[in-house]
């Protein structure tokens, strides 16, 4: 069993910027590829980002590529989303997961207002 808690989250202005964190509990976070997903309100969720175990290797959806960065640090068993040029469409529940496992967090609330 793995226990995800995102922070970070917050009210930005367009072309801000916001980091958000996932710190997991256990001792096999670097065990597993992490990801970062996003649910706006009455739409899907959606893939944003991904790492592997290692943190060697990275994909993004294409709407933030450029702009969002995922990163993680096996040591502190946090995974990170740096999120700059925030736009309103970025706006969203965001939310992190195990790849591979039914493990999400609560989820933290981006707004970012135009």
């Known amino acids: 069993q793995v226990q995800l808690v995102e922070s970070g989250g917050g009210l930005v202005q367009t072309g801000g910027s916001l980091r958000l964190s996932c710190a997991a509990s256990g001792r096999t976070f670097s065990s597993y590829s992490m990801g970062w997903f996003r649910q706006a309100p009455g739409q899907e969720r959606e893939f944003v980002a991904t790492?592997?175990?290692?943190?060697?290797?990275?994909h993004y959806a294409d709407f933030v590529k450029g702009r969002f960065t995922i990163s993680r640090d096996n040591a502190k068993n946090t995974a990170y989303l740096q999120m700059n040029s925030l736009k309103p469409e970025d706006t969203a529940v965001y939310y992190c997961k195990v790849l591979g496992y039914s493990y999400w967090g609560q989820g933290t609330q981006v707004t970012v207002s135009s």
């Open positions: 790492i592997s175990r290692s943190g060697d290797s990275t």
